[in-house]
């Protein structure tokens, strides 16, 4: 079965200071891994995917698959990073459906 | 700019209760999808929908039904509505299969008193 961990419920950082959301998988394929977000008083929203190897909004997020993780990070953490991410795992090609981790509160502290 | 409506903000329902939960999309998406949203626990998959009145069970089905009569619409149904069902309700949409760049609502808080 396919799994999604993210081991910190919350997470503190400074503004200006690097900041990194764990997220480690189980699944016995090859995944598609996602990050979402959201921001206070709005809706979940895609930010970005491994496929795509893009940064938004200055995060990043390699897929190992040696570890088996999809860690999220940006270098220089601002206030308007405050949020709710949730990492997410989607299944076999013909699979229609994402599976969440729990997710991690991050608080940007000024 | 696809939009989820879910047409409840807050709900207030008594143990026992039928309850419905609606959800609208209006960008012809082909999967819906409803999620309940719980702190330290995440989202987790109820029920989705890849086509008119397909539908397939989630993680957690038990207690909930759904109805997808037309493609712009995803109904989920609470039975009889018990306390353990009181959550953050999340509708989600996507246009094909092997889309996951989901389109959210904006949820609907639901208390069973």
């Known amino acids: 079965a396919q799994r999604v961990t993210q081991p910190e419920k919350l997470l503190s950082v400074f503004k200006g200071a690097p900041v990194e959301l764990k997220c480690n998988y189980s699944y016995s394929g090859s995944p598609e891994l996602f990050w979402y977000v959201q921001y206070s008083r709005q809706r979940l929203q895609l930010l970005l995917r491994h496929i795509s190897r893009e940064s938004i909004k200055g995060f990043t997020a390699d897929l190992n698959k040696g570890e088996t993780s999809f860690h999220l990070k940006k270098p220089f953490a601002q206030e308007e990073d405050s949020a709710m991410y949730y990492c997410?795992?989607?299944?076999?090609?013909?699979?229609?459906?994402?599976?969440f981790g729990a997710g991690t509160t991050v608080t940007v502290r000024a | 700019d696809v939009k989820v409506t879910q047409s409840s903000r807050y709900l207030v329902k008594r143990t026992g209760e039928k309850v419905f939960l609606e959800c609208v999309q209006d960008?012809?998406?082909?999967?819906m999808f409803w999620y309940r949203q719980d702190p330290g626990l995440g989202l987790r998959l109820i029920y989705f929908s890849y086509d008119v009145k397909m539908k397939e069970k989630g993680d957690i089905p038990e207690g909930y039904s759904v109805s997808r009569e037309k493609k712009e619409r995803f109904s989920l149904i609470l039975e009889s509505a018990s306390t353990n069902q009181t959550s953050m309700y999340l509708c989600?949409?996507?246009?094909?299969?092997?889309?996951?760049?989901?389109?959210f609502g904006s949820g609907t808080r639901l208390t069973v008193v």
């Open positions: 989600a949409s996507s246009l094909e299969t092997g889309d996951y760049g989901y389109t």
């Open positions: 960008m012809d998406h082909e999967n």
């Open positions: 997410a795992l989607s299944g076999p090609s013909n699979d229609y459906k994402l599976s």
